[in-house]
Structure formats: C-alpha cells, structure tokens
C-alpha cells in the first residue's frame, strides 16, 4: 500500500544541508552584528552634537543676558537704572564675548548684536547673539533673537 523509501537514499539527499544552514545563519548573524555596531556609531555622534549644539544654546542665552544687563543696568542709590540705546558710546556693536565652560575648559566665542528704534517715546531693543562651539571636528552654532523694550 504505502511506498516506503530507503533509509539511506533519504540520507544521501540531504547531505551537505546543515553546512548550509550554519552558513546562511552566520551570513545573518554577521549582517546584524555590521548593523548593530553602524547604529551604535552613529548614536555616539548624535549625542556629541547634542552636548555641543546645548553648549551653543546656551552659550547664546548668556550672550543676550549680557547684552541686556548692558543696556538695563540696574539701578543704584534707590534711583532707576536708565536704558541706554544700542548706539551709545559705553556699548560696542557688536560685542564679542568668550564664554568658557568650567566643566569642560573649552570656550564658546558668542557675538551679540543690538538693533533699537524708538516710536512714542518708547525704544523698542533686537538682541541677536550667535554662538560657536566645536567639539573635535564638529562646528555647532546656535543663534537666540530676543525683544525687549524700554518702560
């Protein structure tokens, strides 16, 4: 009724097989070994640009608090500090400033730039600063636009 085959011609047929198979599985296991160090890399060079983009970020934030301390002094003796205008002679336009990390010992060269007008006796302020920071071979900027105006 039913054909059976020999034991041995069954055998013959799937010689060499299991050498395949370890073959094929190393050539995946390699593939994703090569994928996992490739994503690993490139998520080390995401995190450094990360770190130095927020060293520029920052870098910038203190550039226009150093700006605005410049042009809103504070006041002294009890009487209100008067704003000064962008133009005026005790402030260069624009100023540059180095901002060093204590953390890193590495500095940050930041350029601040200040734009007034005055409408109904108000004086209305543009505060640009723009920040570098490198880390290795990596060059991050990072630019802040602030607006203030005068009471």
Do not use: W
Not at 33 to 51: C, D, F, H, K, R
Not at 59 to 69: D, F, P, R, T, Y
Not at 111 to 124: A, L, P
């Amino acid at each position: 009724m039913f054909h059976k085959r020999p034991l041995i011609s069954s055998a013959k047929s799937q010689r060499g097989s299991m050498l395949v198979i370890a073959i094929f599985i190393m050539v995946v296991m390699l593939l994703v070994g090569v994928g996992m160090v490739n994503i690993l890399s490139t998520s080390g060079q995401s995190v450094a640009y990360e770190v130095s983009g927020t060293r520029a970020y920052a870098a910038a934030n203190s550039g226009v608090q150093i700006k605005l301390s410049e042009i809103f002094p504070l006041a002294t003796g009890g009487n209100s500090g008067a704003a000064l205008r962008c133009n005026d002679a005790s402030l260069s336009n624009p100023s540059n400033y180095n901002i060093v990390s204590n953390h890193l010992g590495k500095s940050c060269p930041v350029t601040v730039t200040c734009q007034d007008f005055q409408h109904d006796g108000v004086t209305y302020y543009e505060i640009s600063s723009q920040a570098t920071c490198s880390m290795g071979n990596d060059v991050t900027s990072r630019t802040v636009v602030i607006e203030a105006r005068s009471l």
